[in-house]
């Protein structure tokens, strides 16, 4: 649907991590009323409505993911069935009920539990200052075929993670943050993609005392997702007694609990 200029740029100030969601309801504001473009007029009869009954509208989780899927050439790994499955997951959990009684007053979106996938390193959907954040990596791997010593890899690796030496690439492991590029440009197949998956980082948040998210180590499968995000909503759920965030019994307590076994 079409947007007004004013409407459009009002939405923009919206945070984030509920924008999409606002954005829907006023579309829907605007459809209901027979229009064709959103208008300021939709986006504060939406506004009054959702203030009115914001309760209703927390579902008590967030999943957001990168444009990736959308055809981003920059994804390291693909795996479109992965935000169903955890739409899926978390459903099931009731995380509402669970807010309810821990929170004391009406439940709002910032008490809401959030998880933010990013199909590459350049985390667009902003995994650092999630709850829990999954970003697709792609490690690359050096083969026994011969390098021309072209430097395409070189010039691609915005980390500097890599340098040929005797005719050879290398690359620094502590540096590499497993964008996959190098691996893509490469024309004599001496770089190729290695292992591919997901890295995890948990505990972000903004607020009165943001926090970036701490790394579990390792490129981890598709499968290890879910099993990991069942443990940290046990954990979650065990540890939370007025609705803290995520982030806050990290700090607290370490990550150690977490680790995939
Ligand atoms: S995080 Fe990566 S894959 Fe996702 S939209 Fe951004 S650049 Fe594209
Ligand atoms: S995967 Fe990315 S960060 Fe790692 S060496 Fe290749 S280009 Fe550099
Ligand atoms: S891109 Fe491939 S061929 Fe070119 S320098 Fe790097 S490893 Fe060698």
């Given at each position: 649907m079409q947007w007004s200029d004013e409407a459009s740029k009002t939405i923009s100030k919206v945070p984030f991590f509920i924008r999409k969601r606002v954005k829907r309801k006023v579309e829907e504001e605007a459809a209901g009323a027979?229009?064709?473009?959103v208008t300021m007029e939709h986006v504060r009869a939406s506004q009054k409505r959702f203030l009115?009954?914001?309760?209703?509208?927390?579902?008590?989780?967030?999943?957001?993911?990168?444009f990736g899927p959308?055809?981003?050439?920059?994804?390291?790994?693909?795996?479109?069935?992965l935000i169903e499955d955890l739409e899926n997951q978390l459903s099931k959990r009731n995380l509402k009920a669970f807010l309810k009684k821990k929170v004391n007053g009406p439940?709002?979106?910032?008490?809401?539990f959030r998880i933010s996938i990013s199909d590459c390193p350049n985390a667009c959907s902003r995994p650092q200052i999630a709850d829990i954040g999954i970003i697709g990596a792609?490690?690359?791997a050096i083969t026994d075929m011969g390098c021309d010593e072209c430097g395409a890899c070189v010039d691609t690796c915005k980390e500097e993670a890599l340098f040929l030496n005797a005719g050879r690439p290398f690359i620094h492991p502590e540096k590499c943050i497993y964008c996959g590029q190098c691996a893509r440009v490469c024309p004599t197949g001496t770089l190729t993609e290695?292992?591919?998956?997901?890295?995890?980082?948990?505990?972000?948040?903004l607020g009165r005392h943001p926090r970036l998210a701490t790394e579990i180590p390792g490129i981890h499968t598709p499968q290890?997702?879910?099993?990991?995000i069942d443990r940290c909503l046990d954990y979650y759920q065990t540890h939370c007694q007025k609705?803290?965030?995520?982030?806050?019994?990290?700090?607290?307590n370490g990550v150690e609990e977490l680790w995939i076994a």
């Open positions: 027979g229009a064709r473009q009115n009954r914001m309760e209703d509208e927390v579902k008590g989780y967030q999943i957001e993911t990168c959308s055809g981003c050439p920059n994804r390291a790994v693909e795996y479109d069935g439940l709002k979106m910032h008490h809401e792609c490690a690359p290695g292992q591919k998956g997901f890295r995890i980082q948990v505990g972000g948040k290890d997702i879910p099993k990991f609705g803290e965030r995520f982030g806050e019994m990290i700090e607290k």
